[in-house]
Structures are given as C-alpha cells and as structure tokens.
C-alpha cells in the first residue's frame, strides 16, 4: 500500500511579536548589539507585528538589482541595475533609545498616563518626557 513520503520538519510560520514597540519613527536610536554595536541612526520604519525597526545606515545589506525597461514601444531604461545598498530591519531589543536630555545617554522607554487620559512616552533613566518626532 501507498504511504506519502512524510514531511522532514515542521511548516509553520514564524510566531507573531506580542510584545510592546515604544520606538516610533524619527527616534535616534543606538545599537547595543551585533555587528553594527555602538552606531546611532534615526528610525525610519517600524515593524511591530515582527518586532523589528529600519534604522537608517545601520545593518546594510546588498541588493543585487536587474534593470528595468518601460512597457511598449519606447526602451527607455526606467531603472538603472547594478548592487544597491539598502538598511534591512533589526530586531528592536538590538536597540535603545538616545535621550537627548541626559548627555545623550541610552535610556529604555516607559509610559506614562496624564491627569486628562493623554499618554507621554518617559525616559526612564532621567524622568523627562520623549517628545514625539
């Protein structure tokens, strides 16, 4: 009798992020670790169902890109080919945020709630609100 070969590893999908992202974009953040350790940038995209942020010229990577041309008549060449280099996301535990109201020092983010139900971001090390870039 026939059996189908049986699969060699689970197939699933990568779990969702449940935790909290309090980055938002135009942060200046600070890499604390992997290859990039130490280097400051500004946030440029948040990916909260991943748990990772874009940080502008932090985790370069190579993109090997083709040329295009336009459709129809006319070969006009729409996008030049050749490697493009392009910041690839980090998970957002890789960094931390700069406070600029404590000698530029790396804080972690708290929240805090106002008297007229507004929230505020804090920086936990100085106290100081987080103003939202």
Request: positive net charge; aromatic residues 2%.
């Amino acid at each position: 009798m026939y059996a189908p070969p049986k699969k060699k590893g689970p197939r699933r999908s990568r779990p969702q992020f449940t935790g909290k992202l309090r980055l938002r974009v135009g942060d200046t953040v600070r890499v604390i670790a992997g290859k990039d350790k130490g280097k400051e940038g500004k946030v440029t995209q948040v990916l909260p169902s991943e748990g990772k942020v874009v940080v502008e010229g932090i985790n370069i990577v190579i993109k090997h890109q083709k040329s295009r041309q336009a459709p129809g008549a006319m070969a006009a060449v729409v996008q030049q080919g050749g490697r493009v280099e392009q910041s690839a996301p980090l998970y957002a535990s890789k960094v931390q945020l700069v406070d600029p109201g404590d000698a530029n020092r790396v804080t972690r983010i708290g929240v805090r709630v106002n008297a007229d139900g507004t929230r505020d971001r804090v920086a936990r090390r100085s106290g100081g609100v987080i103003e939202n870039a």
